[in-house]
């Protein structure tokens, strides 16, 4: 009984300690940061292999920095790679499991795929977690209510093809 007072002070301090670490991840490492934006620029003129390799590299310098995975999971989605996306969007989960953005994206990748049942989870999640006008939850909404987009389908190897 004599240790609880320093006991209860130390967990205090262990517990403070904890939240201004957590928090701190928040931010990018500056080169990081510079990368991420070579990358989104990347991206806006169309070049995604040269968004991959700044994200990629972004990640090499911050591998904590949670946001990059959310990059690297969008332009995966514009590749067509939803099974890539959803990785990326899974590893940022486990990071920040109320991250709404990576939530709604694993959905959206999930519709793209044609896994609705699996969307609608995502979006259920959403609903709870942060209501019914959330943009997030708004745009899965969206997306589900769309259905799966034919714009990645691959063709079969018997289908005919126009010569």
């Given at each position: 009984?004599?240790?609880?007072p320093a006991a209860a002070a130390l967990s205090l301090f262990l517990a403070t300690t904890a939240s201004v670490i957590s928090a701190a991840d928040k931010v990018p490492d500056p080169r990081a940061a510079s990368l991420i934006a070579q990358g989104q620029a990347a991206l806006a003129t169309g070049d995604t292999q040269g968004a991959?390799?700044?994200?990629?590299a972004a990640l090499?310098?911050?591998?904590?920095?949670?946001?990059?995975?959310?990059?690297?999971?969008?332009v995966a989605r514009q590749e067509g790679l939803q099974g890539?996306?959803?990785?990326?969007?899974?590893?940022?989960l486990a990071r920040d499991p109320g991250n709404f953005a990576a939530i709604s994206g694993e959905g959206a990748a999930l519709v793209e795929k044609g896994a609705l049942e699996k969307?609608?989870?995502?979006?259920?999640?959403?609903?709870?977690?942060?209501?019914?006008?959330?943009?997030?939850?708004l745009s899965l909404a969206t997306t589900i209510e769309a259905g799966p987009s034919t714009r990645f389908a691959v063709e079969s190897a018997d289908a005919p093809t126009a010569n």
């Open positions: 009984m004599r240790f609880a991959i390799d700044a994200y990629e090499a310098v911050d591998p904590g920095y949670t946001p990059i995975f959310l990059e690297l999971a969008e890539k996306a959803i990785k990326y969007y899974r590893e940022a969307a609608k989870r995502n979006l259920a999640r959403l609903q709870s977690l942060c209501g019914d006008a959330c943009p997030e939850t």
